[in-house]
């Protein structure tokens, strides 16, 4: 079974709203989680790397202040976006980490529309 | 920083073998992947391989690195419509992934 989640799924939203985003592990403690955003048809790229109960590292190009990434505790991490617009409309996916570089494991995305 | 490359299509007759390719440029990368996406579902991870390897083999799949040339690939024996999906190789060093932009492998019957 699936060992890591995201919530929602999906979500639409009005632009100028705030989208929260969840990442859980389900059944391991994760020590480090990324997240990423997809493009259609493009590649991911990495947006920030959390470990618990520290400050987020950003990408370059990446703003800290837009994209808040909380890593409140070893099995849950959350990315909101904040001041949503149009071109926010991403597929944005978590990446977790158990301690070892052959223990990560993807989330399965949220697909963020924002109107 | 990093850079890593895929073509961007392959098309494939079912129960033939497929064959990605994929080169890097980091020659300090620890471990390479590869990642199956099908249509809007997160990344589901294939196999890897650590750079002191030059080939892993796990049942239907064979994963070959030329360390020399930075050059990676996947094989897809007896290739399957389940098959169908992007496939992206990335490479590591300090947990972080770099990702190619993804290869589209379409298998026609």
């Known amino acids: 079974g699936a060992v890591v989640s995201q919530h929602p799924s999906w979500v639409i939203c009005k632009s100028g709203t705030s989208v929260k985003i969840e990442c859980r592990s389900l059944d391991f403690q994760a020590t480090t989680m990324f997240w990423y955003r997809q493009f259609p048809k493009q590649s991911l790229m990495l947006m920030a790397t959390s470990n618990e109960g520290s400050k987020a590292t950003y990408e370059q190009g990446v703003e800290k202040d837009k994209f808040l990434i909380n890593h409140a505790s070893l099995t849950l991490s959350t990315l909101t976006v904040t001041s949503a617009h149009p071109e926010d409309s991403s597929f944005y996916i978590c990446?977790?980490?158990?301690?070892?570089?052959?223990?990560?494991?993807f989330g399965p995305g949220t697909r963020l529309t924002v109107l | 920083g990093e850079d890593v490359e895929q073509s961007l299509f392959l098309s494939v007759r079912e129960g033939d073998s497929s064959v990605i390719n994929c080169t890097y440029t980091?020659?300090?990368?620890?471990?390479l992947y590869w990642y199956k996406q099908e249509p809007g579902a997160g990344l589901q991870l294939l196999t890897y391989i650590f750079s002191n390897m030059d080939m892993k083999q796990d049942q239907r799949l064979t994963v070959l690195l030329n360390k020399k040339d930075k050059h990676l690939s996947l094989r897809i024996a007896d290739t399957q419509t389940g098959d169908s999906a992007i496939y992206f190789c990335?490479?590591?060093?300090?947990?972080?992934?770099?990702f190619g932009a993804g290869t589209t492998v379409t298998v026609r019957a």
């Open positions: 990335a490479e590591s060093n300090d947990y972080k992934l770099s």
């Open positions: 990446r977790l980490l158990a301690g070892s570089t052959d223990t990560q494991y």
């Open positions: 980091d020659s300090s990368s620890t471990y």
